[in-house]
């Protein structure tokens, strides 16, 4: 409690306080009775001394003792902190006693130790005395003046920083309660908050009692929310001040702006991330795996506490969760929904949980819980998008196990037939030849017929092999295989079967391998068939020729028939197209183009001579890629 001023001494809040103006004042009623008692004795006592002299020798002292003690009656009566009081009056009684002591030993000195009292020397050193008294006076008061001259100065820096900056600025004295002492226009129109408010969000204790007792080191920068929806950072630094007040320099800036390009960058990381996980999520190979990358990829995405997938209503996987999170959620969610339908809803649940919820298709949904009361929509957007990653994932991985089902099913009842047809083919073939020593001329023709027919039995089941090994493309294994020793193997095997056509094989050809596997010498077969039996020449003739060409190797079979119109150039490959004049199946160069297709090459067709050949026919070209040398 500080004195009001006009009160006396008896206001006083402390007894340090009372009896220090108390010994001033004491200490000047003692000090006025040597010049009183001098001239009651020079005007009672004989030789009589004339009064107005003994008055003169005495007055100087009855003043100087007469301000000493009204000058501890005027202390009193100040409204100054406790510490100032009784600092002055420490002064005071240091400054007297170190006198009197001085004073005393040169009296002690003269009068005992010289027997002879010079006054002249007492009257010089009590100069000398007072001159040093003054000197230290002097020191003090200039240092103080320079203290005050140092900080008037920061406070004009610090005014004129106020003046110049939009931000709030403010300082803030710690003497009693945290203060606001001057502050700028901006933190007066802006902040409506104290400065205890301000200070309440530092990392440390910056309560006014605890900066008053350990100081502030160092310059302090934290975040601090106002209550009104911006985000403020906050800049404490310690400024110069007096020996007796701590103060600091304010800074709030609002930093709302740059808050929101950080959110924006990280949002748009975090969408970057999900393209990396779709990415991701396209490899895997099991709905086990895909629930646990997504998971991984909605903690960076939402930073759950816990989270899970349901699926029927049944916890698949999670994180920290064992069952799910709000059973009402899954019960509201808009099932089938993508991110543009806000299939997504979130919900505080009863232990004040924040719990998202996104649909994954009609019968799952995948739930995220977090202690924040809400969840930006960067967030949501990004849940959501996981979400029908997840859906198309597993929605993927479906088709591809009904595919393999259908696959297996395929290949077993393709496996089956074909064996039993081929059993069946030869077990015909067979007794047909045991037939040829017991039928007559009439009924051999009708043998030949059956032989013929188990023959062509026999190709079409080789023929449905390599179209279903065609169709099963993607399951190859590519190896290097040497492409001239294949082709020309094919070429010996078409001249046994074709008796009546010549082969022409340009050499050398390139010795080099190519990427395929055991389907390439069906390529060539069904090529060398085909420019035999789709020739309309009286007497076939097939040219082979290869060149390499980069990285590739071309395979080029030409025959001396009729050709392929330009119209049909394509068509010829399609499934189940055939010439009129044609009796196969229409298949064979569509399964060539689907064997070249799957080892990375391609097929096509052009006119022979347009090839700088002569037969004028068809000229069929294999790209193939060359294996690494």
């Keep these: 409690m500080k004195p009001t001023p006009g009160e006396g001494w008896l206001a006083a809040s402390t007894l340090r306080r009372r009896a220090a103006v108390l010994a001033v004042a004491a200490l000047g009623v003692v000090l006025l009775g040597p010049p009183l008692f001098d001239v009651w004795d020079d005007w009672t006592n004989p030789p009589f001394k004339p009064l107005w002299t003994t008055l003169i020798e005495n007055g100087i002292g009855v003043v100087l003792a007469g301000t000493l003690a009204a000058g501890g009656v005027w202390l009193s009566r100040q409204d100054w902190e406790d510490e100032y009081v009784y600092g002055a009056a420490e002064w005071v009684i240091a400054i007297v006693v170190g006198h009197a002591v001085v004073m005393g030993w040169i009296l002690f000195v003269q009068v005992y130790l010289q027997g002879d009292l010079k006054p002249y020397v007492i009257a010089m050193d009590g100069i000398v005395l007072s001159a040093d008294v003054a000197l230290g006076v002097g020191i003090y008061n200039a240092r103080s003046k320079r203290n005050r001259d140092r900080l008037e100065a920061e406070r004009d820096r610090l005014s004129a920083l106020y003046e110049n900056s939009s931000d709030p600025i ?32 530092a990392p440390r204790d910056l309560r006014a009692a605890a900066v008053r007792e350990h100081g502030i080191d160092g310059t302090l920068e934290y975040d601090w929310d106002a209550g009104d929806g ?14 007796e007040d701590v103060r600091v320099h304010l800074r709030i800036a609002d930093i709302t702006e740059q808050t929101e390009l950080a959110r924006e960058a990280e949002a748009r990381e975090r969408l970057e991330h999900l393209h990396r996980v779709a990415s991701d999520l396209a490899t895997v190979d099991t709905v086990d795996s895909a629930y646990e990358r997504t998971l991984n990829a909605l903690r960076s995405a939402v930073a759950f506490d816990e989270a899970c997938v349901v699926v029927d209503g049944e916890v698949v996987a999670g994180r920290d969760a064992g069952t799910w999170l709000d059973r009402e959620s899954i019960e509201r969610v808009q099932t089938g929904a993508v991110p543009s339908d806000g299939g997504a809803i979130t919900r505080t649940v009863e232990d004040g949980r924040t719990v998202l919820t996104v649909p994954v298709g009609d019968d799952a949904v995948l739930q995220a819980g977090v202690d924040e009361p809400s969840l930006r929509d960067s967030q949501i957007t990004a849940a959501e998008l996981l979400g ?13 196990e009904r595919l393999r089902d259908q696959r297996e099913r395929l290949e077993l009842l393709n496996r089956t037939f074909r064996h039993d047809l081929m059993n069946d ?52 294994d590519l190896t290097p295989k040497p492409a001239a020793e294949v082709l020309k193997s094919q070429v010996d095997d078409a001249r046994e079967t074709y008796r009546g056509a010549a082969f022409e094989v340009d050499t050398p050809l390139p010795a080099v391998d190519v990427l395929a596997d055991d389907l390439l010498a069906d390529v060539f077969q069904n090529l060398l068939a085909n420019a035999v039996e789709h020739n309309t020449a009286d007497a076939p003739h097939v040219r082979v020729s290869a060149e390499r060409d980069g990285d590739d190797l071309l ?75």
């Design 170 to 201: 403010a300082t803030v004295r710690f003497n009693g309660d945290a203060a606001v002492e001057a502050a700028n226009d901006a933190f007066r129109e802006r902040l409506d908050a104290s400065a205890d408010d301000i200070l309440a969000d």
């Design 425 to 476: 083919a030869n077990v015909i073939d067979a007794r047909a030849s045991l037939l040829e020593e017991f039928v007559d001329d009439e009924g051999e023709a009708y043998l030949e017929t059956v032989e013929e027919r188990a023959d062509e039995m026999s190709e079409r089941i080789e023929t449905m092999r390599s179209l279903m090994k065609a169709v099963e493309g993607e399951d190859h």
């Design 555 to 629: 395979v080029t079979v030409a025959d001396n028939g009729s050709g392929v119109a330009p119209e049909r150039r394509d068509a010829v490959f399609d499934l189940g197209e055939k010439g009129e004049a044609s009796n196969g199946t229409g298949i064979g160069l569509n399964i060539c183009r689907r064997i070249v297709d799957s080892y990375g090459g391609d097929i096509t067709v052009a006119d022979a001579d347009a090839d700088a050949d002569d037969l004028g026919g068809a000229a069929f070209t294999v790209r193939l890629p060359v294996a690494d040398d």
């Design 388 to 400: 029908t990653h997840l859906r198309e994932t597993r929605q993927r991985l479906d088709r591809e």
């Design 230 to 243: 911006r985000d403020y950072r906050v800049n404490v630094t310690p400024v110069d001040a007096d020996d």
